[in-house]
């Protein structure tokens, strides 16, 4: 059974850091190299988005509102996802998730269909 287990949201300032992490298992036959993971976000009545993504070979992709601010990193050891997130704004309030994608043919992205597992969630909150 696929689990992924997101941690580490919080209530900050605006300009304030948090680090999210999500904890994945259950991946019997898979290795890391063949898989590619992404954080998402969706705000109050808005549709959710991909924030960013890292492929297998460490290659990373950001939406463009968060270049610069965000930073996406995972340690297959330890089979962890991460997401440091800098600067912070009031406009980054939202339920993250994270997912694993890359089974049965989909393709490296930040578009929610590419991906196939996903973890519940983890409330960001962002105060002016």
């Known amino acids: 059974q696929v689990q992924l287990v997101e941690s580490g949201g919080g209530s900050v300032q605006a300009g304030g850091s948090l680090r999210l992490s999500c904890g994945y298992r259950?991946?019997?036959?898979?290795?890391?190299?063949?898989?590619?993971m992404g954080w998402f976000r969706q705000a109050p009545g808005k549709e959710r988005e991909g924030v960013a993504a890292?492929?297998?070979?460490?290659?990373?992709l950001y939406a463009d509102s968060v270049k610069g601010r965000f930073t996406i990193s995972r340690d297959n050891a330890k089979n962890t996802l991460y997401l440091q997130l800098n600067s912070l704004k009031p406009g980054d309030t939202a339920i993250y998730y994270c997912?694993?994608?890359?089974?049965?043919?989909?393709?490296?992205?930040?578009?929610?269909?590419?991906?196939?597992?996903w973890g519940q969630g983890t409330q960001v909150t962002v105060s002016s």
């Open positions: 259950g991946f019997s036959g898979f290795t890391p190299n063949t898989y590619y």
């Open positions: 890292i492929d297998r070979d460490g290659s990373t």
């Open positions: 997912a694993l994608g890359g089974i049965g043919g989909r393709w490296f992205s930040l578009r929610e269909l590419d991906y196939n597992y």
